[in-house]
Structures are given as C-alpha cells and as structure tokens.
C-alpha cells in the first residue's frame, strides 16, 4: 500500500484489531504496524483442516500445518507446536498458495476496457493507454493486480512488465509488488510503442540486477525479462537484431526470459528453437499455434508453456492443446495475462476451464483430471518458474506460501471430494486465507494489509485521468 496518512492507518489497523477478536478465532501474536507496512511473520499452527500437500504425502485428513518464521516446520496429524499460535482449520482446504505465471499486472488499471470494435480491442487500447501512463499508474494498476491476486488464493505472480518508459516506471512497479507483500518474478519489458528496431534500456536492466537486493523484499521477488521475440503485437514486428540484444544481455547476466508465442500461424516456436532462443531458462506464452515439431523442439529445450485460458479464449487465440503438452512432460504453469480481456483474476475459473475444454477437445470425460490440474496451478507452475524448490507443495522446508478455503459456503458445502471442489465449485471469495513466506496477507476473507476501499478509489480516479490525458472515451 501507499504509506497512508497517519490517521488513515491507525484507523485501518483499528478495524483490522477487531476483525481480530472477531475473525482470528485463537490467533494472536502476529503484529502488524512494521516501518514496511507488512505483517510479522511470527509463529502459528492450523489445525484440523483437509491438507494437500500436493507432494508424495498426499492428502491429511484433520491435519496440522506448523509455520515459523516464514518456514514450514511440520505437516502432519497432532503436532506438538509449543507456543505456537493456534488457527483453527476444522471444515477448511488448506493448499499451497496458486502459482499465476503471466501477467501483465500494470493494465490492470484497464479491467474490462477491451471493447467490441477492431480500434478499441486489447492491442490498441493497451498501446494508447499505455503510451499516456505516468509512473504512479504503473503503481495502481500492479497494486491492483496484486490484492486482486491476494484475494483469489494467488501467493505467486509473473509479472510481465511491458510498460517501461523511464526507469521510474520500472521502480513504481516494484514498490507496488514489494508493499503488497506477493512472491514475484518481475520481468523486465519494453514500453508500449517502443520501436522496433531499439533494443530495451538494457543498462537500466544491468543496474536493477546489480543493486537487486534492494528491490527483492528479502527474496520475495526475483528479476526476469519480458522478451519481445519475434511475435507481434500492436506495434509490429521487432527487429531481429533489437530482440536478439535483448535475449543476448539477459542470458548474460543470468535471468530468466519469458516470450509471447501468439502469432496467428505456426512457425514461431520453430523460429526461436532455430536460432537457439529456447532453454531451460525459457518461458513460451500461450504457444496455441503449434506443430507436433515445435512441441517436441520445447520439451527438448527444457522449456515451459504458460497458458492463460480466458484471454486465449477472449481474444481469439484459441484453444491450447493442453495434453499435448503436458503428454510431452513440458512444465505447464496458468495464468492471467490481463484483465483488460480477462476481466478478473480468478485461477479457479481458469482451472475448470483448463479441465474442460480440454476434456472437450478429447471428447472424453476422464481425459484430464482435477488434480492433474490443481498441479498445474500450484507445485508445476512453481517448476515452470523455477520456484519447486521454495514454495508450490506444503512440506517441512518449504517457505510458507499457502491458502485455507471454507469449504462451508453455500457453493461448496457439502465435502465430496476435494480436487474436483477446488477446480469445479470454489471461487475466490471462498478464500478465507492467505499466506505469503509467513505472513497473513487475508483472513477471514478480509485482505490484513489493503484497504481496498481507498485502492479502488485510487485507482479509479487514476483511470480517469489517464483516459483524460490519452484522450480514449
Ligand atoms: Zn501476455
């Protein structure tokens, strides 16, 4: 959040005690009120919940998962966790946090701004809007992003920052990522209108690497470029020679790189697996046009696939041969994108439609089951991203990134099973918690940090003056 006034704060923190006494239910000993605006991270215990692990433990029928210090300590059945602060998980799903892989969280300001005629669709809209942003909308729109991807059980975001203007853009951006308190990568891009034949400030990229410790909120966030590559967008094709600059620095200074593969023809991944573009530190966006060839060429790389079913959906992309891919054993994460096409963050809704267009596509009911795809949306996205060994599964060591559903709600009651529950019923309001590296960012249903009521205002006056200033009605 942006340090509010004094007053506002301790009045937001006032609420926040007595959603405390009213909401926390035995836990207590988590302090807010840091100089960072983020929660302690303290010591705690949930007991009694459904826990899947996600891990060769499968599933914990009134199980305990004990967190110190940001770690998992221990999951299991009626730990002995000392002091621990007790939070009550009887009637609850507790998962590791979702794992989002793409999403370009600064066009959040533009939620649902993607119109029905060719010169307002996303290309344009994002390109004429995004030209007229000053840095602080870079702020509102990730901040946005960010609670909305708190309040849908999202602990993990890619953040495909392709609005760099001035390294101020780029600082705005981060300070949003590290105030809300979210495990990042944040990929480094170009600025909407960018011309083509300029490569990315790559200096600027250098110098945020070098000085990184300073941005990556004690290793919450880590760096990464958002390639152009050869695809084209808006502003048409980049050059061969502007987009290898950026693809030769990035590897050279050791970060990860991502690319959009959403050319109307195949022939694009072929492209980058000719000239020596894909690798294990490679991530391939969308990839719905593609051969037999060119799925064997990424599995071969080590590369993985990000796909973000609604705005493929939405924009016309397609539909992406989800079990092609993961019969290839290539690491498949899902994500957003934008919700400029769509319209809101919600990975249970991306889950269930992963599931069954795919099992459409097959025409067969058991061709891809729920917890293939809850897998996809926790412990295999963390893998694509290169996060498996930190967070995406609950088991001691892990950092604690990880969400409790109330399975009480009227749209989940009655406990069937729960990996179909969580991919075919749940939504993000059933989310009563959430945790990051140990901190509480939601509980009972309330984000702890955000007030969203002063974001949402914030963020809507931002808009207007934006669309003022880009002069887009
Ligand atoms: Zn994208």
Redesign the pocket.
């Known amino acids: 959040m942006e340090h509010p006034a004094n007053t506002t704060r301790r009045e937001f923190l006032g609420g926040m005690a007595a959603l405390g006494t009213a909401g926390l239910a035995g836990c207590s000993g988590l302090p807010f009120g840091r100089s960072d605006g983020l929660p302690g991270r303290g010591e705690f215990v949930i007991r009694g919940a459904h826990v899947m692990t996600m891990d060769a433990a499968g599933d914990l029928l009134d199980a305990d998962v004990h967190v110190r210090n940001g770690e998992i300590v221990a999951v299991g059945r009626n730990l002995n966790a000392g002091g621990a602060s007790v939070i009550d998980g009887r009637g609850m799903i507790v998962l590791p946090g979702l794992v989002e892989t793409?999403w370009?969280m600064w066009n959040a300001l533009l939620r649902s701004m993607s119109g029905d005629k060719r010169e307002h669709g996303y290309f344009p809209t994002a390109l004429n809007l995004g030209k007229a942003y000053l840095p602080d909308d870079m702020y509102q729109g990730t901040r946005l992003g960010a609670a909305e991807a708190i309040h849908s059980g999202i602990t993990t975001v890619h953040d495909?920052c392709h609005n760099i203007r001035t390294p101020e853009y780029a600082a705005s951006n981060l300070r949003a990522l590290r105030e809300t308190g979210i495990r990042a990568r944040f990929s480094y891009g170009a600025a909407q209108g960018q011309p083509g034949d300029q490569a990315i400030d790559l200096a600027d990229l250098a110098r945020l690497q070098r000085d990184w410790k300073a941005q990556s909120n004690d290793g919450l966030i880590a760096l990464g470029l958002a390639w152009r590559g050869p695809s084209t967008g808006a502003t048409g094709s980049v050059a061969a020679a502007a987009y290898r600059k950026d693809f030769d620095a990035a590897r050279a200074l050791g970060i990860p790189i991502s690319v959009?593969a959403n050319n109307r023809a195949t022939g694009t991944i072929a492209l980058l697996a000719r000239d020596g573009f894909l690798g294990k530190d490679v991530q391939v966006?969308h990839a719905t046009w593609v051969t037999p060839e060119e799925i064997a060429a990424l599995a071969g790389s080590g590369a993985s696939v990000s796909l973000?079913l609604y705005?493929e959906l939405r924009i016309g992309f397609g539909f992406p041969p989800t079990g092609d891919f993961l019969a290839a054993r290539i690491p498949v994460g899902l994500s957003v994108?934008?919700t400029a096409l769509s319209g809101n963050a919600d990975m249970f809704a991306i889950m269930k439609a992963i599931q069954n267009i795919e099992n459409a596509r097959a025409k067969d009911e058991f061709k891809l089951p729920a917890r293939r795809v809850l897998e996809l949306a926790t412990i295999e996205g963390a893998r694509s991203l290169g996060l498996d060994d930190r967070v995406g599964s609950l088991k001691p060591g892990k950092r604690a990134d990880l969400i409790m559903v109330n399975t009480r709600e009227v749209n989940l009651a009655v406990f069937s099973e729960p990996a179909h529950m969580l991919v075919e019923a749940a939504q993000p309001a059933n989310v009563d918690t959430v945790i990051v590296d140990g901190r509480i960012l939601k509980r009972g249903g309330k984000l702890t940090t955000i007030d969203t009521e002063q974001m949402a205002g914030e963020a809507a006056a931002a808009l207007v003056a934006l669309r003022k200033r880009a002069g887009w009605w």
């Open positions: 793409h370009h495909w959009h966006i973000s705005s994108d934008t």
